[in-house]
């Protein structure tokens, strides 16, 4: 990573993964530069904020010219740890824990699944996409085949720190958190929550508070 991803601001980070998005886009279509300004369009920004938060990477654009969409991908991907390749199991093999593994865009992204694990044995044997149900009584083991970097937790919320504690004690650094639980974890270990009933709850505040005006 050329860039210490700690001296960025969070805010700053969301932003990166939009941009790298962006530029990917902008890439296959063969669009060579892009400019902050048709950055900030795209993305509902403010051109001095995507300039801003630009200056965090190595490279910087050209003035009158933008930013070489090659050299901007890379750069972003560097801070990201978007230019390596990241192996995941996930646990849980629920509707939504398959519905990850399906989802061929990950390993196109660089995250490879590699292995789904879940603790009901009328589950384990069976497939989902290539791979084919584990017990997560093999956890440890699974972990360390298949050198794993981060785990996707999609068990039920009551199960979500149990599962937690024994990602930790494996040595899995980072923990997917798609569970409605907080789980707690020790400082080195980095867990980032996403609660998809949370963010429906809160668009549905917001559509209502808009149709109320």
């Known amino acids: 990573m050329a860039t210490d991803e700690r001296r960025i601001p969070q805010s700053v980070i969301k932003r990166l993964t ?6 990917q886009i902008l890439r296959a279509s063969n669009v ?13 920004l403010t051109s001095s904020t995507v300039r801003q938060d630009l200056s ?4 910087y654009g050209i003035a009158k010219r933008g930013y070489e969409t090659v050299r901007l991908e890379a750069s972003i991907s560097a801070v990201l740890g978007a230019d390596k390749v990241w192996n995941i199991m996930v ?13 061929e865009e990950f390993g196109k992204r660089g995250f490879h699944i ?6 009901d044995a009328r589950k384990v044997g069976k497939r989902v996409g290539v791979l084919k149900i ?29 599962t937690a504690d024994i990602l930790i004690k494996t040595g899995v650094k980072g923990i997917l958190n798609m569970t409605l639980a907080h789980i707690i974890v020790p400082n080195d270990i980095i867990v980032v929550e996403m609660r998809i009933v ?3 709850r809160e668009l549905s505040y917001r559509m209502l508070l808009n149709t109320s005006k």
């Open 32 to 44: 060579k530069w892009v400019s902050s300004q048709e950055m900030a369009k795209a993305l509902d």
């Open 18 to 23: 939009a941009y790298l998005t962006r530029v």
């Open 91 to 103: 646990i849980g093999a629920g509707n939504l824990g398959r519905a990850l593994v399906k989802h």
């Open 114 to 119: 590699r292995a789904i694990l879940d603790s």
């Open 198 to 200: 949370s963010s429906l």
């Open 134 to 162: 584990e017990s997560t009584g093999n956890l440890a083991r699974i972990v360390r085949r298949e050198r794993i970097d981060m785990a996707i937790i999609a068990v039920p919320a009551g199960a979500a720190q149990d």
């Open 56 to 59: 965090h990477l190595d490279y």
